[in-house]
């Protein structure tokens, strides 16, 4: 089992990641309090341990903005939390090469909306919502096949990754858990992925 550690946006988070070393480091490029433009990403990207795959965020963004992304090598996966429907999707794998995650969001009656057969789509992430912070009711899952890899998001932290690990998704998601008073905590981040490389 796989991990992200989300929402990176200062030197020492690099720091941090490169030590723990988890599977995916994620760039948002979305509004958030952790959004860093292309430019602080490239930076941080460059200081980014060679084994870790970067990804980046994105809502609703331009498809070349990410192409351009991807082709500079800045991100090596595109993460999507917005209204991207198939024919987006299919313009931006026109453009390069970018494997894709597609977000399904569970709503707040925690259900989970259908989970689409995509053609263009290599991976699902099943959120509560991008930046939430929040964990939805896990049960959910249990009522939809899901056919393609999928990561979990959405709340996950050091007291429910036992129960995250439970449900066998691809890879864990962790933003906000990583975190204490709003920034990455490298105790943290390296307990978080001691956890999956042990549950491997």
Request: hydrophobic share 40%.
């Amino acid at each position: 089992m796989k991990i992200k550690i989300c929402g990176l946006f200062r030197s020492e988070d690099i720091d941090y990641v490169n030590e723990a070393r988890p599977d995916y480091a994620g760039f948002v490029f979305a509004q958030s309090r952790r959004q860093v433009s292309p430019e602080k990403a490239a930076r941080l990207r460059s200081r980014l341990d060679g084994g870790i795959v970067p990804a980046g965020v994105f809502v609703n963004a331009p498809a070349a903005d990410i192409a351009a992304l991807y082709r500079d090598g800045v991100i090596s996966i595109a993460q999507l939390h917005g209204s991207e429907d198939e024919d987006y999707i299919k313009r931006l794998k026109d453009l390069c090469a970018v494997p894709v995650i597609r977000t399904i969001k569970v709503d707040e009656q925690n259900l989970l909306f259908p989970v689409p057969c995509s053609l263009f789509t290599d991976f699902l992430l099943i959120d509560s919502g991008a930046g939430s912070g929040k964990p939805f009711n896990w049960n959910a899952l249990k009522t939809h096949e899901i056919t393609k890899p999928w990561f979990l998001a959405g709340g996950i932290n050091l007291d429910n990754i036992e129960k995250a690990i439970a449900l066998n998704p691809y890879a864990i998601d962790v933003s906000s858990g990583a975190e204490t008073d709003g920034l990455k905590d490298r105790e943290k981040i390296i307990r978080l992925t001691a956890r999956l490389v042990g549950s491997s």
